[in-house]
């Protein structure tokens, strides 16, 4: 039998459900502090329950149920924000769907302006569009004329925006 197998919710609105229990992974330790290692050379690994949570007063807070039939499971982030106070009907506005089609006052500001606001996705540093863009700037500028002339290369540099300018949708336009 797995030593840290998920277990299923014995009781409340969760009942029969499987429960992924929330523990953390650390060094395993010996007596003296000392890590233990497996025969391969890497250090052993346990899991175990996170502590040192605590309330606002500084009273300790438990973020795994002590008692009842689902004694040492994790408590779940809504039963922890729960016991701070929170009103349980009230964050179920708190979800996403309320505010799909809401504006950022960033947006707002920008559109007072004139300016279209682009939100992106987190990329990965290679594949950002702003980033690929600056590359193929880059690369561009490079096949310009080599100059140290100051006029020289502000033509070049604008020369090189410009080109870069008609690749970028019109501002207007809905991505």
């Known amino acids: 039998m797995p030593k840290f ?3 299923v919710y014995k009781s ?15 060094t395993h330790q010996d007596e003296q502090g000392k890590p233990i ?8 690994k346990v899991k175990i329950s996170m502590t040192g949570a605590h309330f ?7 973020l795994y149920y002590e008692n009842g039939p689902d004694t040492g ?17 009230r964050m179920q506005n708190l979800k996403a769907q309320y505010f799909a089609g809401v504006k950022s006052l960033l947006e707002q ?13 987190k990329f990965h540093c290679e ?3 702003i980033e690929q863009c600056w590359g193929y700037t880059k690369s561009l500028y490079c096949l310009s004329t080599e100059s140290s002339r100051e006029d020289d290369l502000e033509k070049n ?8 300018q008609s690749l970028a949708p019109p501002l207007n336009s809905e991505m």
């Open 73 to 89: 499971l994790f408590k779940g982030m809504a039963n922890i924000l729960i016991e701070w106070g929170y009103d349980a009907e």
């Open 5 to 7: 197998k998920p277990t």
């Open 157 to 164: 540099t604008l020369a090189v925006l410009k080109a870069i």
């Open 109 to 121: 500001a920008c559109n007072k302006g004139g300016v279209k606001v682009w939100f992106l996705l």
């Open 37 to 44: 290692y497996k025969r391969d050379g890497t250090l052993e």
């Open 12 to 26: 409340g609105d969760k009942k029969g459900q499987l429960h992924p229990n929330f523990l953390v992974k650390t």
């Open 56 to 62: 606002a007063d500084g009273t300790p807070q438990s």
């Open 127 to 129: 594949l950002n569009p």
